[in-house]
């Protein structure tokens, strides 16, 4: 997702993502461990995902300053 679509979702949605994509990242890293990855790029899409959420997240807390 962009972070265009992540700015359109409620603070409660970006949480529950948050964490469903860090379980996820952490499946991948667990799969990479066991050679069983077949996509490499997966944990680098993931994670750059997860830097999108806490920016919005963080720009967010900012601007109610």
Known sequence: ???QDYR???PDELESKLEELERHLFDLRAQAVTEK???SNAVKNVK???ARIKT???ERELAAR
Do not use: G, P, Y
Request: aromatic share 0%; hydrophobic share 45%.
């Open 48 to 50: 750059r995902d997860i």
């Open 37 to 39: 990855l077949e996509n």
């Open 8 to 10: 359109q979702m409620s």
């Open 56 to 58: 919005v997240i963080r």
């Open 1 to 3: 997702m962009k972070a």
